[in-house]
T-cell receptor, first 114, second 114 residues
Framework: GGIITQTPKFLIGQEGQKLTLKCQQN?????MYWYRQDSGKGLRLIYY???????QKGDLSEGYDASREKKSSFSLTVTSAQKNEMAVFLC?????????????FGPGTRLTVL | GDSVTQTEGQVTVSESKSLIINCTYS????????LFWYVRYPGEGLQLLLK?????QKGSSRGFEATYNKEATSFHLQKASVQESDSAVYYC???????????FGSGTRLLVSP
């Protein structure tokens, strides 16, 4: 088994601030993902990475940067937080090419921008 | 692109009654997608409930089952007799074999009343 850890659990920022979310996994999975979930909506893919130092844009990458410097970690940066923004950011990982893209998720980081 | 539709935001069912949560998909690329149901129990992270990768097949887990109907492009989740512990948010999703992206529906919250 394994686990995905996301820090922080809650993140409060100011408008215009740069904010960084971190994710660690010990599954030894190759692929990692960042999703955004707004209240009552589905998950939207921001970035994913198929291996260390790889980055691929998802459907919602504008306004975000990502970094995958180690196989076990994947960071997401909100480049300029938007006022009144509220969302949950989910990190996930999956073994490449096996189990047909089954994903394992972290508990999430809840963002509030004042 | 591909999409997944869950029409019910919330479903309330009495304990021991049957359940169906609707899911339809639109797959614009050639070939049949892989289909999944994910679940988020209160206080826990999103996790895979069941998956079916072959059209016409049925998947099952924890008393839930779903049949991949390629003619109706549906993947409805059913359970014959629900329990209070089944109260959770259920997400239908699809992916492409060998691909990295998973497309999620908006989720259906199931409330099971005693």
């Amino acid at each position: 088994g394994g686990i995905i850890t996301q820090t922080p659990k809650f993140l409060i920022g100011q408008e215009g601030q740069k904010l960084t979310l971190k994710c660690q996994q010990n599954f030894n999975h190759d692929t990692m993902y960042w999703y955004r979930q707004d209240s009552g909506k589905g998950l939207r893919l921001i970035y994913y990475s198929i291996t260390e130092n790889d980055l691929q844009k998802g459907d919602l990458s504008e306004g975000y940067d990502a970094s995958r410097e180690k196989k076990s970690s994947f960071s997401l940066t909100v480049t300029s937080a938007q006022k009144n923004e509220m969302a949950v950011f989910l990190c996930a990982s999956s073994p490449t090419g096996y189990n047909y893209a089954e994903q394992f998720f972290g508990p999430g980081t809840r963002l509030t921008v004042l | 692109g591909d999409s997944v539709t869950q029409t019910e935001g919330q479903v309330t069912v009495s304990e021991s009654k049957s359940l169906i949560i609707n899911c339809t998909y639109s797959a614009t690329s050639i070939g049949y997608p892989n289909l999944f149901w994910y679940v988020r129990y209160p206080g826990e992270g999103l996790q895979l409930l069941l998956k079916v990768i072959t059209a016409g097949q049925k998947g099952s887990s924890r008393g839930f089952e779903a049949t991949y109907n390629k003619e109706a492009t549906s993947f409805h989740l059913q359970k014959a007799s629900v329990q209070e512990s089944d109260s959770a948010v259920y997400y239908c999703a699809l992916s492409r074999t060998g691909g990295y992206k998973v497309v999620f529906g908006s989720g259906t919250r199931l409330l099971v009343s005693p």
